[in-house]
């Protein structure tokens, strides 16, 4: 059986358990996508770095059902800081759980996906909305998700509201019996003149392998803020495939940071639409790899319409013999007059076993525009390290004194203190203090 047929096999039984059919025909044309574009190898440009297709091939196990032998107290020991006020949306396995999960902001809508599309409130925003991401990623493991969507969410903030407490989004894997195969789905509507937080995390449970094929699209409104945090610190069993998706549909303003620093293959996409006049972004990223991970961070920026900033910092720390890949593109389109967009990619490899390989890049159609890019790659700086040893420093300590500075200049974008200390202490973790 062909990993198609195989995957086959378990869109028909989804759409045969389903009651709710307003999906059904996305469904579908996201199958076929899929057996269209089947699973990327290294002739594919967006995957030149990236050997992901031996992960498909693998006996996984997809539940149609949340499972419930994931316990509070499992939950418990992979708490974020202040989760006493956050909110709180966990995903088991890839499909939401009510149960397990907490909303006590007043204004927080948080209903199932397929609920969102049948009621009239929603629908219309789930039909314009849902599945843009595919537009971006031409590829089948984006597709796959798509087809087999299953216990996603839909969530709305009221217009107008800034949310005070946080929301926390947990993909907890349960891979204690046997390999698990997730695919976590949201769609998120920021709307108009509204502010939200969000925090975003991965755990498995157990030593079987697990792969998440997550995606999570968000529109942001006129006059909205959005701050977006992501932290990657999974077990070495765990691969992961991670689309972010953010549409700037009004003036707005979103922040993100991304903070990957353990798992087996992590492959990131985050894409920033600019699609109206005066919107600001910036994205920032840290990389800390050891033993033999791989990290791919792929970003887009795309400016659609003029008078757009956009600041984007990415930095790896690469060590033993772990690798890293970074893909940044920034389109101008041609209307985008008056566009700034800046992009910058450091790293800094400890071991001679380590790599890294940077490709940032510029598209520009437009002709009033400010952009610019670069890329570094290289080794600790030895005039510092030997300052730092003439003053009575360690060399230990010299180096992660160096590397804690290096990484410093993204965690401290950060904005939430409890989460910005959490990082920073998983980061000192890593260093030899």
Known sequence: MSFVENYKEHFEQLLSVKDKKELSGIRENAFNAFAEFGIP?????????????????????????PSHAVTVADIDAFRLPGHQEANELIFVNGIFSSALSKIISKGLAVVPLEEAA????????????????????????????????????????????????????????????????????????????????????????????????QVMEIVVEENALLEYYKIQNDAGNANQVSTTHIRQAGRSYVHTVTVSLNGGIVRNNLNMILEAERCESHLYGL??????SHIDNHTVVDNVK??????????????????????????????????NAFQSNKNILLSDDASVNTKPQLEIFADDVKCSHGCTVGQLDEEALFYLQSRGIGQK????????????????????AAIRKHVEHLVAERLEF
């Open 41 to 65: 190898t290294s002739k594919h440009e967006e995957w030149k770095y990236t050997r992901i297709g031996a992960l498909f091939n693998r006996p996984y196990r997809f539940l149609l059902d």
């Open 118 to 213: 049948a009621d009239s409130r929603y629908k219309q925003l789930v039909a314009a909305h849902f599945g843009n991401s595919g537009h971006y990623l031409k590829d089948g493991i984006n597709a796959l998700n798509t087809a087999l969507v299953n216990g996603a969410v839909f969530v709305q903030l009221t217009k107008g509201m800034a949310v005070g407490l946080p929301v926390y989004i947990y993909n907890i894997n349960d891979a204690r019996k046997e390999n698990i195969f997730s695919q976590p789905r949201s769609l998120i509507h920021v709307t108009e003149n509204a502010q939200l937080q969000i925090v975003e995390t991965y755990f498995t449970l157990g030593v079987e392998e697990s792969f998440t094929n």
């Open 287 to 292: 990389y800390f790899q050891k033993g033999k």
């Open 306 to 339: 003029p008078n757009c900033f956009s600041n984007e910092l990415y930095k790896g720390v690469m060590n033993d013999e772990s690798t890293g890949v970074f893909n940044g593109k920034i389109f101008v389109r041609q209307q985008a007059q008056k566009t």
């Open 397 to 416: 300590m010299a180096r992660s004194l160096l590397i804690q500075a290096f990484a410093s200049d993204i965690l401290e974008h950060v904005k939430l």
